[in-house]
Structure formats: structure tokens, C-alpha cells
T-cell receptor, first 114, second 115 residues
Framework: GAGVSQSPSNKVTEKGKDVELRCDPI?????LYWYRQSLGQGLEFLIY????????KSGLPSDRFSAERTGGSVSTLTIQRTQQEDSAVYLC????????????FGQGTRLTVV | AQKVTQAQTEISVVEKEDVTLDCVYE???????LFWYKQPPSGELVFLIR??????QNEISGRYSWNFQKSTSSFNFTITASQVVDSAVYFC????????????FGSGTKLNVKP
């Protein structure tokens, strides 16, 4: 498809385990974002990639969270030693470069830490 | 400080009623961009509209209209003759000139349209 693709759509993991969430942005989009949405809450910014520039990691809640973007395309968000408070929907979005462009979102990965 | 405030947590209307969703933003930039997104029960955010800070013209798209007022830092969204399919969470967002496309989202307004 032509939209932002995220996998898996659902992930249940045990507390203390590591998880990897994947995002395939729209082809040609140079900007990629990760947001987190807890149940019934708004969107919390996590990290932003723009081309070859250093990513904006200011939203990552702890050093257990990290993300990378390989080849300017696919991105992986890794959460180490998961905690129950990490349970949320993790949303990825992409856009063309520039501040006047809208972001297109994927369907999200629902993470449940038990 | 919250950059985008959506004071209405949840609104319930009956089909065919008009409803306005409020959005108030805060920024020191002279150049910025405002957005509205819809999140239906399926979960995926759907882009609705983008406005830049230099264009205060109101916009109408079918049953949707947006009222941008810099004097009150508001960017309100009105749905005319609401339908059940409009039921969703609606998010307002701000992107600043200096922010390099980082979107600041409001907490969202859940709209329930009852038949």
C-alpha cells in the first residue's frame, strides 16, 4: 500500500522483555516521527528524524527507549526492559520535508506489557 | 505550558446538529502551522486540514469549516449537520517555524454523534 505501515499491529510482552516496533514510511517522505498515545490520552511526541540530520530525541521518556532509521527509510523503535507503564499505542508518521506539510500516520502498534 | 489546548474532553450531539470543537494554541513564532486530525475508532489518524499563520481566511469543505482567529489564538472546527460517521476523536496540532516539523498535539476532543 501507499500509506505508512507499522508492525506488529498488536504486541503483548512480559515485563522486563525488550520489544521492537517497526515503521515503513511513505516512499519519498524524508521526515519520520514516533508518537505514543496512552489510553484515552493525547499524542506524546517521542522522536523525530529528518533526512540525514541528527534526530530530535527530546521526547524519549527514558534511556530504555531508542530509535533508529536505516537508509533514510524504515525506522525501528526499541523499548528495553519494558514496564507496565509503557503500555500504549505507538504511532508512526511521515511527511515530506518542510514545516508546511502534513504528516500521515500509520495505524499504530498497540503494546501491552503484562 | 501546553501549546495546544482542547478544553472539551467529550461532546455528545444528536445527528444533524451542528457542533464546534475548540482549539486554542500558544506560540511565540510569527510563522506556524495549524492542523486538525480525525481519529476514528479504527485508530488511524486522518489528516483534515492545514493552515499557515499568514492565512486567516476561514475554510469550508463540505460539512466541515474552520475558523482561524489570530487575535484569540484559536483555530476552531465546526461540523454542520453532524452524522454518526463523524463520531471520532479530533486532534488539533501546532507546528512552529523553529520546531522543524515537530507537531504539538492537543489532548483531543471525543465527539459522539447519536442517531
Amino acid at each position: 500500500g501507499a500509506g505508512v505501515s507499522q508492525s506488529p499491529s498488536n504486541k503483548v510482552t512480559e515485563k522486563g522483555k525488550d520489544v521492537e516496533l517497526r515503521c515503513d514510511p511513505i516512499s519519498g517522505h524524508t521526515a519520520l516521527y514516533w508518537y505514543r498515545q496512552s489510553l484515552g490520552q493525547g499524542l506524546e511526541f517521542l522522536i523525530y528524524f529528518q533526512g540525514n540530520s541528527a534526530p530530535d530525541k527530546s521526547g524519549l521518556p527514558s534511556d530504555r527507549f531508542s530509535a533508529e532509521r536505516t537508509g533514510g527509510s524504515v525506522s525501528t523503535l526499541t523499548i528495553q526492559r519494558t514496564q507496565q507503564e509503557d503500555s500504549a499505542v505507538y504511532l508512526c508518521a511521515s511527511s515530506f520535508e518542510g514545516r508546511n506539510t502534513e504528516a500521515f500516520f500509520g495505524q499504530g502498534t498497540r503494546l501491552t506489557v503484562v | 505550558a501546553q501549546k495546544v489546548t482542547q478544553a472539551q474532553t467529550e461532546i455528545s450531539v444528536v445527528e444533524k446538529e451542528d457542533v464546534t470543537l475548540d482549539c486554542v494554541y500558544e506560540t511565540r513564532d510569527t510563522t506556524y502551522y495549524l492542523f486538525w486530525y480525525k481519529q476514528p475508532p479504527s485508530g488511524e489518524l486522518v489528516f483534515l486540514i492545514r493552515r499557515n499563520s499568514f492565512d486567516e481566511q476561514n475554510e469550508i469543505s463540505g460539512r466541515y469549516s474552520w475558523n482561524f482567529q489570530k487575535s484569540t489564538s484559536s483555530f476552531n472546527f465546526t461540523i454542520t449537520a453532524s452524522q454518526v460517521v463523524d463520531s471520532a476523536v479530533y486532534f488539533c496540532a501546532l507546528s512552529e517555524e523553529r520546531g522543524f516539523n515537530k507537531f504539538y498535539f492537543g489532548s483531543g476532543t471525543k465527539l459522539n454523534v447519536k442517531p
